[in-house]
């Protein structure tokens, strides 16, 4: 009993080892490597995971391994991102959206985040079902689905990084951002239909399906706009930065918490009030002073939380149980996430006259800026233990690193290459190359 009381850590124990170490590597590949942040911190982490393992595999009676695989027990990497970091990095990433620039996109953000995911769910779902067939698997079909709805949500946060670096024009970068902050809320609604399917066995009627999903998203949108509404008003009618800052706090913590107890869609309403409170409450609620430090105080919080967040991406690999089928099917699963986001683009952005966007080359930086990141993780890791999760998990960790480590490295040099066809999407349109503030 004493032995297992030493080894439990706080949370402020974990969440100390978390940013004392995100802190020291960032440093580290600042000097030495010089990789973009995020992608240095994912490889350090994984290279640290493979690291423990050999040492573990070839050095008896070393406990590093056992040790940091505890921390990460003890941490709950599901819990700690949808529960906790969510909020804050979908608040912050919404907080830079242009609304006005968004409603003229509204149609094509709304197919890709809504038919988009369902169609990139089903494709890789089907394939993926192909693939476990052929490799003699043995568990239930539905299953390939869970998988296929938890790759399907993009990560808004690295890829409007490298938006905006190359100058690409605020109308494409509204689309990126509208899509992947409403994607992660759809994505994670479809995901908790088909796992309640899934782990009960029981036949799941589309129209049920379809009703949870109103109830999920349609909840989470309405708890976002009385959020923010409210949030405006008390903002409006004060000029205190340090109150100001506070009450954004409370919109998302309390907010999230209010969807949490009401099992609707809390990234949604974290979305939806980032944006009324980036525009309407930027725009008309805040002084100049209390606009800079809102806007710090964010950005702040968001680079520490990605920070954070993609170190674990690379930690999390401990947790996979290699065999070569495992392997085989992670590797599988790279083409097949790619070539189902490139037809959920086109059908979403190509079939409707309206819904075509007007710059030329956004299908290709959509489909190569479609980034998977901590959220396709952590609903992997949220799958119950057994052969089905070692499989779904090896898919999501080659989907996400891949994601990080060649889309999100190779995405200015895709942009840049559209620059020298002389593209008009990404020759910039006059404006800013920072998200408008107003």
């Known amino acids: 009993m004493h032995e297992e009381t030493a080894t439990m850590l706080s949370a402020f124990d974990i969440a100390a080892l978390l940013v004392v170490a995100s802190a020291l590597l960032g440093w580290f590949n600042h000097h030495f490597i010089k990789l973009p942040h995020v992608i240095g911190l994912t490889v350090m982490g994984a290279l640290a995971a493979i690291g423990l393992m050999v040492v573990d595999a070839l050095i008896p009676g070393v406990t ?10 003890q941490m709950n990497f599901t819990e700690t991102l949808l529960q906790g970091m969510l909020s804050f990095l979908l ?31 089903v494709l890789v779902g089907a394939a993926t079902w192909g693939v476990g067939s ?9 299953w390939y689905f869970v998988f296929g709805a938890l790759i399907a949500p993009t990560d808004p946060v690295s890829v409007l990084g490298v938006l905006r670096e190359e100058n690409v024009p605020q109308s494409l970068q509204s689309a990126v951002a509208g899509e992947s902050l409403f994607n992660d809320g759809v994505g994670i609604v479809v995901f908790i239909i088909l796992l309640g399917a899934a782990v009960s066995g029981n036949e799941f009627p589309l129209s049920e399906g379809v009703r949870l999903f109103g109830i999920e998203a349609g909840g989470g949108i309405l708890v976002g706009l009385v959020a923010g509404y409210f949030g405006y008003r008390a903002l409006a009618g004060m000029d205190e930065y340090t109150l100001e800052v506070l009450i954004t706090l409370a919109i998302v913590m309390g907010g999230y918490a ?5 099992h609707i869609s809390g990234p949604l309403a974290m979305a939806v009030a980032g944006l009324l409170i980036g525009n ?14 809102v806007i710090k105080f964010w950005e702040l919080v968001d680079e520490l939380l990605n920070s954070v967040l993609f170190l674990l991406i ?32 086109f059908v979403s952005t190509k079939t409707i006259p309206a819904a075509r966007l007007q710059d030329k080359g956004a299908g290709r930086v959509l489909w190569w800026g479609g ?17 089905t999760r070692d499989f779904i998990l090896a898919g999501t960790f080659a989907a996400v690193l891949f994601s990080v480590l060649v889309q999100r490295a190779t995405l200015g040099m895709l942009i840049d290459k559209l620059k020298d066809g002389k593209a008009p999407a990404v020759e910039g349109d006059g404006s800013s190359t920072a998200p408008s503030i107003h």
Do not use: N
């Open 64 to 73: 590093l391994y056992d040790q940091v695989t505890e921390v990460l027990q």
């Open 371 to 387: 980034l998977r990141g901590g959220i396709s993780v952590a609903l992997a890791l949220s799958l119950p233990p057994g052969e």
């Open 258 to 262: 209010l969807c949490s107890q009401l």
């Open 91 to 121: 608040f912050a990433g919404a907080l830079h959206v242009d609304l006005d620039r968004l409603k003229t996109a509204w149609l094509p953000v709304l197919l890709l985040s809504t038919v988009g995911v369902i169609i990139s769910t």
């Open 280 to 293: 309407q409450g930027v725009t008309y609620a805040m002084s100049d002073v209390t606009r800079d430090y």
């Open 314 to 345: 690379g930690l999390e690999m401990i947790v996979l149980t290699i065999t070569g089928e495992v392997l085989l099917f992670g590797l599988i699963a790279i083409p097949l996430t790619l070539i189902a986001r490139a037809i959920g683009i």
């Open 134 to 142: 052929m490799l003699g698997l043995s568990f239930a079909p539905i």
